[in-house]
């Protein structure tokens, strides 16, 4: 069984990767809003005559406090605004226009940068072809907007899913261009462009510089509770079966970063789009695989159980068994790296995608080279194994050490998650381990196997249950708002029925309220039907204007409570506790 355990987690993540990367296309509109930009396009001419100049304007918004990277050369990774059309073969794009940038400290860098922000406008002029024969009837060429960029407040930056912007150009004989709907401007606004390497010199250097970053993926703590693994395998073989786990060991590295230069190929070519290495990490399956995985490597560190890679042996199943196995640790070695390197594969990923599909696998792959040279040259060259420290006790204890920093990595990844997935991932993160432990340390070599059956689908039994409980994604069915004194007191006035529902992250009653009453289909239909303000009072800190509001306003020790507004009354509805849903529908039914 335990010959089988890496070869599992190499399909469970090679999933999860897959899901991460491929999840939730986008659809094509000619708005949309994402996170805290809204983004919008406009054709300068109703229709255009063959022959002719034009453009679109592309219109950004965004919220007070966020900016866009305005240029490649002091944005990190080059996560500056990008613009790429996709169009037919009657319209060809000139480089896009961009506003003229101003200068915005970046007190993380503490550098001066280049940044759009507010509400600004990006001009994609084109030409028309020459058509010399064109029908009565117009041609609508279609044209396709990708949209990619960092977006930066003092202290947070995100990567939105802008998806795709759509419109609709009509090239006509019959009809006039009339007056333009806006003019390019002159000398206020600046052309921009990305440029791309192209001299030779400079794609050698920026392939050495994927290859060494490749290659500190291995100094990551993410991935050292695998390495010893494979190399006290290494070093118990014989030089041909060390060289054939080795080898195997780095086809796994190197089947990762294929699947990732698949990736970026299917999505530039079908999606028009490029793969942006934080959408990985900022996908919440990924993550909850990620930071699960830490927590039972960790467990490995700390000796609650062990797996071995199967060695290579004279027997054909065996055999093949084993190098299974190490292309599935490679693998698992490879996905492990990610959480400890996202700003090193970020920038590696960032140039890449500059390039053409061509350079740019070749520098994905080069990356996967750098990662796998140190265990090629260790299977290869068995004399770098004699050099390696003797085991001890100085091992055993370099490796529980490791278990706590995979702890803490774990730790801060699921902080990077909402606050309500984040006490669910902890606790199944308990769950798991008490799982794990019944695995491994409720069965013995000599155990019978039908009691070690038993015992074993009892724990996966329990982790799969408890996952199911803990994980699965909640549905958002009211649109809660934040607190906000003003608003409240706006609606009241206006004679519109107010909820407020007070409550904590540290709150676990609140979590049953979430489930015993506010998932109820009733009552959210209730909440919608009469056009009821919903306000989410959160209390998890003292000095919070909610917290502050259920003492001294309302008047109440503690959390949970809710309070509904109803018009023509003075004093609110009050609930305290938990299982409140009759009452509450009760009361939305006579509004």
Request: net charge positive; hydrophobic share 50%.
């Amino acid at each position: 069984m335990r010959k089988r355990t890496l070869a599992i987690l190499f399909f469970v993540f090679a999933f999860i990767f897959i899901f991460a990367v491929c999840a939730g296309s986008a659809q094509s509109a000619d708005s949309v809003k994402a996170d805290v930009v809204a983004i919008s396009v406009e054709s300068q001419h109703e229709f255009v005559n063959p022959y002719s100049n034009s453009a679109l304007a592309i219109h950004f918004h965004l919220e007070d406090g966020w900016h866009f990277y305005g240029a490649a050369k002091t944005a990190p990774g080059q996560t500056n605004l990008k613009i790429k059309t996709i169009t037919g073969k009657f319209i060809n794009f000139s480089e896009p226009i961009f506003p003229a940038s101003h200068l915005y400290f970046d007190e993380l860098s503490g550098k001066k940068i280049e940044v759009f922000s507010g509400d600004f406008t990006v001009y994609l002029p084109f030409k028309t072809a020459d058509i010399k024969t064109v029908s009565k009837e117009d041609i609508i060429e279609e044209v396709k907007i990708d949209i990619s960029g960092a977006v930066c407040s003092a202290r947070q930056c995100r990567m939105p899913d802008f998806g795709r912007l759509s419109t609709q150009i009509k090239i006509s004989l019959n009809r006039e261009m009339g007056k333009p709907k806006f003019t390019l401007p002159k000398n206020k606004f600046i052309a921009s462009h990305e440029s791309r390497t192209t001299g030779d010199g400079s794609v050698l250097f920026a392939l050495l510089l994927a290859f060494l970053a490749g290659l500190s993926l291995n100094i990551m703590p993410c991935v050292w509770p695998i390495l010893p693994i494979i190399v006290m395998q290494l070093a118990r073989q014989s030089k041909t079966k060390s060289i054939a786990t080795g080898v195997s060991f780095c086809i796994g590295i190197l089947l990762f970063f294929a699947a990732l230069a698949g990736a970026n190929i299917v999505l530039q070519i079908f999606y028009g789009t490029v793969l942006q290495w934080g959408d990985v990490l900022r996908n919440t399956a990924f993550i909850i695989g990620i930071s699960i995985l830490l927590v039972v490597l960790a467990l490995f560190c700390f000796g609650l159980f062990t797996f071995n890679v199967p060695a290579v042996s004279g027997k054909t199943e065996l055999k093949k068994a084993g190098l299974f196995a190490a292309i599935g640790a490679g693998f698992l070695a490879a996905v492990l790296s990610t959480p400890c390197s996202f700003a090193l594969l970020a920038a590696a990923f960032a140039w890449a995608q500059t390039q053409k599909l061509p350079l740019a696998t070749l520098a994905i792959m080069t990356m996967g080279l750098g990662m796998a040279l140190p265990y090629a040259a260790l299977s290869a060259v068995p004399k770098f194994l004699n050099r390696l420290p003797k085991p001890g006790k100085w091992m055993e204890l370099f490796k529980q050490a490791i278990g706590f920093v995979l702890l803490g990595i774990a730790v801060k990844l699921i902080s990077a998650l909402p606050v309500l997935k984040q006490a669910n991932i902890l606790y199944f993160a308990v769950v798991l381990g008490f799982c794990v432990w019944v695995w491994s340390s409720w069965v013995a070599h000599n155990t019978k196997r039908i009691r070690k059956w038993l015992i074993r689908i009892f724990a996966v039994a329990m982790a799969v249950f408890f996952g199911f409980i803990l994980l699965r994604p909640s549905p958002k069915l009211i649109d809660w708002q934040n607190y906000d004194s003003q608003k409240i007191q706006t609606a009241i006035k206006n004679q519109q029925p107010v909820l407020i529902k007070f409550t904590a992250s540290w709150c676990l009653s609140c979590g049953l309220v979430e489930k015993s009453v506010y998932s109820q289909k009733e009552i959210v239909k209730l909440l919608k039907d009469k056009n009821v303000l919903t306000i989410k009072a959160d209390t998890t800190t003292s000095d919070s204007p909610a917290t502050l509001a259920l003492k001294n306003i309302y008047n109440e020790p503690g959390v949970p409570v809710s309070l509904l507004f109803v018009p023509g009354r003075a004093e609110p509805v009050r609930w305290r506790g938990m299982f409140f849903g009759d009452k509450l529908k009760s009361q939305l039914e006579k509004l």
